[in-house]
């Protein structure tokens, strides 16, 4: 069913990044290049769950449905199964409800994981009753096979949350579903659950705000710690209340992580995680007065493989609690920093009144927090075999005392005092003539996208490139939101204009200048015939033989102004670190005269020739170029007098960012 008559462009490459969020919208109509499926589907609350990249399939929930799409092309054939409660079950939760919103009766499909070759494991808020299912996905994509597998429904308790406004995140391996959840209809009882497979199932310690203080869960990922598998752990990603009362700040991120072998206690912590350690995650900048302005509300994080899959960079994004001040800012760790805080003292309070401090006392062997059957426990198969003061200590300690600091001890990117935030990260790694860049899609709470680049300096600092805000792309960038999915382009070169120098200036790893216009790069093409550089976006260097000044972008027009009146000369940068001058050369004249851009008083004296150049890196370029014709205020009464916008052709991109 093609539901858009979109054109769609042929795909180079494929690259497949997601954002996961729900606040996510993307104001695409406008451009018409963008693919968005919002359907003829009557529901909210698009959430993109799963990409199965062996199917080239998205899978998709929304309110009562769950959709598999093609990721080639969103609106291609998508298969949609509907899955509502039963009408019982919608007219208990409106009983119940009374005082909620109704449409919070529906079935909020919160979790899509691989369960085999050809089922999905599916569950749902089910009208504040979660329930699960088996979606039979069939062998090949070309069978076209989505249909919900029949009798096979499932309690979702300890799976997914009864309300759908809480965040819950899940990981299904080897059989086993990990869950960070809320597993009670009044949302108070927060666990992190083992449900599922063969192993015993398995809970954080009950109402223990040591452990969690009213968590919201961000994202859950296995990473393995050695080559045996014994030890493999999974992180979870949170912010929750800080521990104590009236602490600033209200809100502390978090890291936390369990074995997954872990069995529960013997004599205590029966069926509770015996492995479970938390570490603060720090991500703040130094204010003027030395005071740390810390960035406390993890929103999403990005974990960003690597050739070693033991040591992934995770990318995490946050906000700001406090009222006086809005902000975000995206910090990066490693995993060795990690390992190191987990290796380090635990955080010790001896009582009510007592302040937290390094515990300084005996450790009990094996260390708490270590996987049994691993590699420092091979004789322990099982933490049921772990002594029980291994077990008590791991009670009353499940907090790291040092915390986390991002690399380089401070964010990679930091937006302050601007009406947005952000909320979503995806990142792409892209091989470039000059070297590899990381450039990350930034989602916004105003629904835009942020392409950002950071590039490294000599010096040891950063600096930070806003390629463009978009509201779209062409390619594979996928967006979930409330109002449907959007499948965006990671590149778009065109919009970088028709020279040279201004492909160039752009900086976009994702373009080169190949000799004739601003296109796709790719790193297997010759490196000579493409002319690109990311690092220092030095046109003189790069596009010399290319005449940079190509007129072609450079309008002459007639702008008129009545006399006295106020005049405004209007010239649009191509990137946010451009500096602009107006020149005014008056005719009969050589002579070159700088000008202010608005002029107050209009006199015929200020009629003549008005250029407009830009100046980065040393580069010069005339971006605009017009005749100013100032009419005597006499002449006025009879003449239709065309004032302001010079003929500039509509902005291909939007404003920037600073
Ligand atoms: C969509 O849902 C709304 C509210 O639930 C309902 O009023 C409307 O009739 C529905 N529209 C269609 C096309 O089903
Ligand atoms: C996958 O799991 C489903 C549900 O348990 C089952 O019906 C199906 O036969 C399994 N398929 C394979 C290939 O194992």
Known sequence: MLLSNLSYPDLLEEKHLFLPSVCL??????????????????????????????????????????????????????????????????????????????????????????????????????????ICTYVDRGRRSQEYIFRLEPGKVDSGKGKCPYDPKLNSVSALINGELYAGVYIDFMGTDSAIFRTLGKQTAMRTDQYNSRWLNDPTFVHAHLIPDSAEKNDDKLYFFFREKASEMGQSPMTQSRIGRIC??????????????????KARLICSVPGADGIETHFDELRDVYIQPTQDTKNPVIYGVFSVSGSVFKGSA?????????????????????????????????????????CPG???????????????????????????????????????????????EFTTIAVDQVAAADGSYEVLF??????????????????????????????VFKQQLYVGSVLGVTHLALHRCDVYGEACADCCLARDPYCAWDGKSCSRYSSSQKRRSRRQDVKYGNPIRQCRGYNSNTNKNTLETVQYGVEGSTTFLECQARSPHVSLKWHLQKENSDRRKEVSLLIRSLQ????????????????????????????????????????????LPPLQRPCWIT
């Open 25 to 130: 919208f993307i104001e695409l109509k406008s451009t018409g290049t963008a693919h968005h499926f919002s359907f003829l589907l009557n529901s909210t609350d698009y959430r993109i769950l799963r990409m199965d990249e062996d199917h080239d399939r998205m899978y998709v929930g929304s309110k009562d449905y769950i959709l598999s799409l093609d990721l080639h092309d969103i609106n291609k054939e998508p298969l949609i199964i509907h899955w509502p409660v039963v009408p019982q079950r919608k007219t208990e939760c409106y009983l119940t409800l009374f005082a909620l919103p109704q449409g919070e009766c529906g079935n909020f499909i919160r979790l899509i994981e691989p369960w085999n070759r050809t089922h999905l494991y599916v569950c749902g808020t089910g009208a504040y009753n979660p």
């Open 260 to 277: 997954l072998n872990d069995d529960g206690g013997h004599c205590c912590l029966v069926n509770k995680w015996s492995t479970f350690l």
């Open 330 to 370: 995206v910090c990066v760790y490693s995993m060795a920093d990690i390992r190191m805080v987990f290796n380090g003292p635990f955080a010790h309070k001896e009582g009510p009144n007592y302040q937290w401090v390094a515990y300084t006392g005996k450790i009990p062997y094996p260390r708490p927090g270590t």
């Open 374 to 420: 691993g590699t420092f426990t091979p004789n322990m198969k099982s933490t049921k075999d772990y002594p029980d003061e291994v077990i008590n200590f791991m009670r009353n300690h499940p907090t790291m005392y040092n915390a986390v600091y991002p690399v380089h001890k401070r964010p990679l990117v930091v937006r302050t005092n601007v009406d947005y």
């Open 442 to 471: 930034l989602g916004t709470d105003r629904g835009s996208v942020q392409k950002v680049i950071v590039l490294p300096r000599d010096d040891l600092q950063t600096e930070e490139l806003v390629l463009e805000e978009v509201e």
């Open 604 to 647: 015929s004296s200020d009629s003549g020739i008005y250029q407009c150049t830009s100046t980065e890196k040393n580069f010069k370029h005339t971006l605009v170029k017009l005749q100013l014709v100032v009419l005597s205020s006499r002449t006025v009464n009879n003449v239709l007098v065309e004032t302001g916008s010079p003929a």
